[in-house]
Nanobody
Framework: QVQLVESGGGLVQAGDSLRLSCAAS????????MGWFRQAPGKEREFVAG????????VYADSVKGRFTISRDNAKNTVYLQMNNLKPDDTAVYYC???????????????????WGQGTQVTVSS
């Protein structure tokens, strides 16, 4: 079992930066693929970034590549999303997610993630 709590969202201006954190509880965190997803009003939830359980591999949506960085600290049971050069199109509720399968492969598919946080709002004004 993994429980996830996001923090770090807020209201910023275009060009600003934010760092989201996701604190996880549960002994399986270090063996779990972690991902960030987002959902904007009126849109479907979409993949933003993912990181493998062993920190070797990261993957990003094309829309955030070069601006966002996902990282994790397995000693602190925490995954981060550093967001730079934010744009109004980045406005959404951001969700942290965990793939509870043991040492699974990294995927963009939200249906492979079976643990979700409550979400944190990120609003970027122009």
């Amino acid at each position: 079992q993994v429980q996830l709590v996001e923090s770090g969202g807020g209201l910023v201006q275009a060009g600003d930066s934010l760092r989201l954190s996701c604190a996880a509880s549960g002994r399986t965190f270090s063996q779990s693929v972690m991902g960030w997803f987002r959902q904007a009003p009126g849109k479907e939830r979409e993949f933003v970034a993912g990181i493998s359980w062993n920190v070797i591999t990261t993957v990003y949506a094309d829309s955030v590549k070069g601006r966002f960085t996902i990282s994790r600290d397995n000693a602190k049971n925490t995954v981060y999303l550093q967001m730079n050069n934010l744009k109004p199109d980045d406005t959404a509720v951001y969700y942290c997610a965990a793939d509870g399968r043991f040492q699974s492969g990294l995927t963009r598919n939200q249906y492979n993630y079976n643990y979700w946080g409550q979400g944190t709002q990120v609003t970027v004004s122009s």
